[in-house]
Each structure stands twice: as C-alpha cells, then as structure tokens.
C-alpha cells in the first residue's frame, strides 16, 4: 500500500478499481471526472486485483489525494479514516467487511446492474450465484445506492424493489473542451463510420458489421481484443462475407489517437444492446459527431429528442437507421447536430460533481461541505 498525498482526513473516500490511466472505459471516465473536480474534503483509493502489478505514480493524474492498495492488503482499510465511503464495483464487496465499515456511511455508485442482455425472465442474474450475492450485498449495506441513468433506476427497482426507497439518480458527465475543432465531415461524405469502446456481444459490434456491411460504408473499429471468442466470431464472418477492405481494426484508442480517430470518423455508430449511460455519445458530441445509436438504457436520456436513433432488437433497425442519416439533405443533419450540441449542456461533469456534493451534504448534514 503506498499514498500519494493522501492525509486520511477525508469525509468522502471514493474506493474505485479504474483511476488515472488505469482505467477500461465509462467507470473510469467517470472517476477521472469525480477526481478532476474534487473538493479537499475527498480522497481516492485504487485497490489492484493483481499484487504483481508495478505502478508508476504519474499514471495517476495529479499524485494527490490517492492511495494504492492490493487486494491482499484490505485489511489496512481499517484505518482509513472517513465519514462516506464511496463504491463503484461489485467485485470490490470483499472491501466492504464490518470492521472496514462499522463507523462509515456507504453509497453504493451502480455503474451497471450486472445483468446480460436480452434482459432475462424471471431469473436477471441466469444462475450466476456469485454475481448475484455480490451484488446484493452491496446494495444491502448501502446507506445510498446511486444509478447513473433513470433507466438504471427503473432496472434496479424492478429487480429489488425493496431498495427503492434509498435509490438516487446522479446523471454521468464529462468536461468538454469547447477548443477542440468541430467535425463537420457530413457536409461532403457519410461513408466512414466508427465504433468505439470493448469488444462485447452486448455492445452489438457485430450486428454492426451486418449493417454495414449492406451499406456503401466503411467501419473503423476502435477497440481491444477483449473478449477472444467474440473477436473469432466477427473475424469469421468478416471473412466469410469478403469484408476485409471496408471493415478496419485500429486498436484500442486514447489520448491523442481517440481525438483523430473523432476527426476522421463522418458519424459514430453505438450499436449496444443496452447502455447504462452512454459516455461514447457524449465524446462523440464533444466532436460535434453525428451519432448513429441504439435507444435502450441511459442513451435515450441523453438523445432524447434526436432523430438517428434505432431498436437494437428489431432487425434492420440499424441499417434503416444509417441509410437515413446517408440520404437526408445536409442541413437536416445539422440541424440533428445542433440537438446534440444543445443536450450535452445537460451533461457536464461540474454539475455532476455539483450533484454528488447535495447528497453528501444530505448525508452528512451539513450546510456547508
């Protein structure tokens, strides 16, 4: 276990496994934001799953108010020192044992209800104990449980209605850099599209392909080879359908490399299942990025009143959708364009933040936190 300026006299801790550059998509934008705007009142602890792991402190942002803990070292959380501890992963219950949290308030932040897609029938969890029981847990020591999406909360509700009376809703947000050149390819093309984010069924990455492939477009993935399995299947079907030339792999992409593959990009195509939230729309917007999305979960939230929106389960759905966005004249998709433009002001990480504070102050009861 090792501090970067972390003094342990925090009322809020945040006990998250993605921070800094450690991080693997939407739980980590969000903590990078939580930390961003921060208060002197909260601190941050990183718990590594694998001990072997060598870390380097300037991966983690400022080097300030952090604190790193293996997972074979939880024991050493007794001693921090808090009012509100503060979880974002159900794998992370081990963390949670009644000597860590006798004297604490817990929230419990969902990220995600651990359920696949399709949502099942009578059984969200299909067997998975281990899933199940973590997850409860959480959510039955929590003081607060907080879904990032009204979606989320009426998922929740449905699953454990006895929970209802302590869920809270807080929309996710991020900082948009206003400075950053717009992306107005659309004016003169619409045939290079892009995905972004994992490699997951339920991400409809390969329905994606279907589509496209129908198309007159091109695809430029920009992802991991998370998921084995799933990456043979699209490679399989690439290959069996002679996509090679219009289907492209560019890795997983950040920093830079995701700002130019923004640029080059005529519209993003988020082609899931079901999203929680949806922070892939959100960049895309802060690019001035046509979306092409799927409406279920937190999505619709955040494009509500868009028109390139589709159902992942109807099929065609997706296709219909993009050729849409192909054929309009240009000024409708601007005028799409400025509604995204217009709704991403609802979504701006300072008034997240802003949010959270209500509720600790709510919590703590304070009037000046």
């Known amino acids: 276990m090792f501090f970067l300026e972390f003094n342990n006299k925090y009322k809020i801790v945040h006990l998250t496994n993605e921070l800094g550059n450690y991080y693997y998509g939407g739980v980590g934008t969000y903590i990078n934001e939580i930390y961003r705007y921060r208060r002197g009142d909260m601190g941050f602890i990183y718990v590594d799953f694998d001990s072997d792991t060598d870390y380097r402190s300037e991966e983690f942002l400022e080097k300030k108010d952090i604190a790193v803990v293996t997972s074979n070292e939880i024991h050493k959380l007794q001693n921090i020192k808090c009012d509100i501890l503060v979880v974002h992963f159900y794998e992370l219950w081990f963390c949670l044992t009644p000597e860590i949290i006798k004297d604490k308030k817990i929230v419990y932040v969902i990220h995600s209800v651990p359920t696949p897609e399709p949502a099942p029938g009578p059984d969200p969890f299909i067997g998975n104990e281990e899933v199940r029981n973590r997850f409860f847990y959480l959510c039955d020591v929590a003081d607060i449980l907080i879904c990032v999406s009204f979606a989320e909360k009426r998922k929740l509700e449905k699953i454990y209605p006895q929970f209802a009376d302590k869920i809270k809703v ?86 830079d490399r995701k700002e130019e593959f923004f640029m ?106």
């Open 170 to 255: 807080v929309h996710n947000g991020m900082s948009f850099n206003e400075n950053v050149a717009k992306n107005i390819k659309y004016e003169n093309g619409r045939k290079n599209f892009g995905y972004i984010g994992r490699l997951d069924y339920r991400k409809g990455v390969l329905e994606c392909i279907k589509a496209i492939e129908r198309t007159e477009g091109e695809l430029y993935l920009a992802c991991p080879d998370n998921d084995h399995t799933y990456f043979k299947m699209i490679k399989n079907y690439i290959d069996g359908a002679r996509l090679w030339d219009r289907i492209h792999f560019l890795g997983w992409c950040a920093g």
């Open 264 to 369: 080059f990009v005529d519209a993003l195509i988020i082609p899931s299942l079901y999203e929680p939230f949806g922070y892939t729309a959100l960049e895309a917007m802060n690019f001035s990025v046509p979306v092409i999305s799927s409406d279920n979960g937190g999505l619709s939230e955040i494009l509500e009143g868009y028109k390139y929106t589709y159902n992942p389960y109807i099929d065609e759905d997706l296709y219909k959708c993009i050729c849409e966005f192909q054929t309009d004249e240009t000024e409708e998709v601007a005028k799409q364009v400025d509604i995204l433009e217009k709704n991403k002001t609802g979504f701006t990480a300072k008034d997240m933040c802003d949010n959270y504070y209500r509720i600790w102050k709510i919590m703590l009861n304070e009037q000046n936190i």
